[in-house]
């Protein structure tokens, strides 16, 4: 299920390597608590909230409104955890750019490594990048997807991000399979957003006619549907006036290469919305153009709405609410790395020190 989503305005540059390094060591720590006390699945679930991923990352000094916290809080996760992953019981995949590309490669290492068959995992990652991408197009496009999955492979989470250039913006999308019945039909447990706007949606319970008609405009001849292509392409070039709500053009939709991806369609013939959304070489473009088809002629309506609230401990990057204090940074990073891993106490008794010392500090 989809946890929530976070807005935030799209910054560039990256984290200097004094503060990344630190990052680096702290998430360390603070995730080895967090599994000792409460499991692996316990982080996996605390990193699938929007609102506990954003309070880490001011915990961890970066920017508190930044969309990189996204990018550095998942990097300094992905490294800190490097060779411990069979005992932390977690394994990280993916990041930003082309990193997010080879995310079905590191699963499959992890599987190897374990001695696993994470075939589904790969599926998994891939299709909810596609339900973020294609099946609710909302104007943001991914750059980053993070696959985060336990050692037995039984709980997986999703934390991945996109662009918006036109309003300067970008989406954080947050995904746990706890629970998920479906990936195509309300996917989303929450949504955490202040600005929506009209879009593509295919994955509401509203869209299910819309899901149903796509799926079997995907199984008819290219020659049918490139014909209904046609026809309202003439439309929105003629003297027609479309409803405000279509925010769809066909102008920059290459029908010729539509037309080979409709062949692929129509040979495979696949069974429903989910199939065909995870059929290689369908992209937003040819779920749009199906969709605009199954409203325009067919007369089925898909929905357009859009699916979409922090702590300061060391400062923040951008100087909010103050400058990072690297000395109380590296004592925080001292002290649980004591109290966690030096200390000669029993574990309960670790625990409770650590939650005192959260009491003092505050």
Not at 51 to 74: E, K, P
Not at 163 to 174: F, G, K, L, V
Not at 248 to 260: A, F, G, V
């Amino acid at each position: 299920m989809r946890t929530g989503t976070m807005n935030l305005p799209l910054h560039g540059g990256k984290a200097p390597y004094w503060l990344f390094s630190r990052m680096e060591k702290l998430s360390r720590e603070i995730i080895t608590l967090i599994v000792s006390e409460y499991g692996a699945a316990e982080m996996l679930e605390r990193l699938s909230d929007p609102l506990w991923f954003q309070a880490f990352g001011c915990v961890l000094g970066f920017d508190w409104h930044s969309s990189g916290v996204t990018t550095t809080v998942c990097g300094a996760i992905k490294e800190s955890i490097k060779g411990l992953e069979k005992d932390l019981g977690f394994f990280v995949a993916g990041g930003k750019g082309g990193t997010s590309r080879k995310t079905p490669l590191e699963i499959e290492n992890a599987a190897n490594l374990m001695g696993k068959d994470f075939t589904n995992l790969v599926y998994n990652s891939k299709i909810v990048a596609k339900v973020d991408s294609n099946a609710l197009q909302d104007g943001y496009q991914l750059y980053h997807h993070c696959f985060i999955f336990t050692k037995d492979g039984s709980m997986w989470s999703v934390i991945q991000q996109g662009m918006n250039e036109d309003n300067r913006m970008a989406r954080r999308y947050h995904w746990l399979s706890k629970d998920i019945a479906s990936f195509v039909c309300e996917p989303h447990k929450a949504i955490c957003c202040d600005k929506k706007g009209v879009v593509l949606n295919l994955i509401a319970s509203e869209s299910e006619e819309a899901r149903e008609t796509v799926t079997g405009l995907s199984c008819e001849k290219p020659e049918h549907i490139l014909k209904d292509l046609k026809k309202i392409r003439q439309w929105q070039e003629g003297s027609h006036t479309l409803p405000i709500r279509h925010n769809i053009k066909l102008n920059d939709i290459d029908l010729k290469r539509l037309e080979k991806i409709f062949i692929s369609t129509y040979e495979r013939k696949p069974e429903n919305f989910e199939n065909l959304l995870a059929m290689k070489g369908v992209g937003p473009k040819t779920i749009r153009a199906l969709a605009l088809i199954s409203e325009l002629v067919y007369g089925v309506k898909y929905s357009i709405k859009d699916p979409a609230r922090f702590s300061f401990a060391h400062g923040g990057k951008d100087g909010i609410p103050y400058p990072v204090d690297k000395e109380n940074y590296n004592c925080s990073i001292d002290i649980l790395h004591n109290a966690v891993r030096d200390s000669k106490i029993g574990r309960e008794a670790k625990i409770k020190a650590i939650k005192k010392l959260s009491v003092f500090y505050g």
